[in-house]
Nanobody, 128 residues
Framework: QLQLVESGGGLVQPGGSLRLSCAASGFTLDYYVIGWFRQAPGKEREGVSCISRSDGRTYYADSVNGRFTISRDNANHTVYLQMNSLKPEDTAVYYC?????????????????????WGQGTQVTVSS
């Protein structure tokens, strides 16, 4: 069974940091474009950041640019989202997602091309 598994969410104070991890079961992440998405209560799911398969191209939503960093370790088949300077408006369930091919990284993050595989999500709560 093909699965994505997120970890690393939790409760953090404003200004704090968290690092999310995304690992795959049943397939290898290395051959997929990977994205992080989030969904807050009452809001639509939105793309946060995406990363290409091997050449390091990345895309960030304006709301997180400069605060979040996406990276991948293909040797360990894991993708990370380092989140710094967290704000209460970053509170959401965060999902990682995979897509085998996309013409541009942005196209995946804005969901012009919808990911094939989704994880179950990990809750991030930013509150004092």
């Amino acid at each position: 069974q093909l699965q994505l598994v997120e970890s690393g969410g939790g409760l953090v104070q404003p200004g704090g940091s968290l690092r999310l991890s995304c690992a795959a079961s049943g397939f290898t992440l290395d051959y997929y474009v990977i994205g992080w998405f989030r969904q807050a209560p009452g809001k639509e799911r939105e793309g946060v950041s995406c990363i290409s398969r091997s050449d390091g191209r990345t895309y960030y939503a304006d709301s997180v640019n400069g605060r979040f960093t996406i990276s991948r370790d293909n040797a360990n088949h894991t993708v990370y989202l380092q989140m710094n300077s967290l704000k209460p408006e970053d509170t959401a369930v965060y999902y990682c997602a995979a897509l085998r091919w996309v013409p541009t990284i942005q196209a995946m993050c804005v969901m012009t091309f919808r990911p094939t595989y989704w994880g179950q999500g990990t809750q991030v709560t930013v509150s004092s």
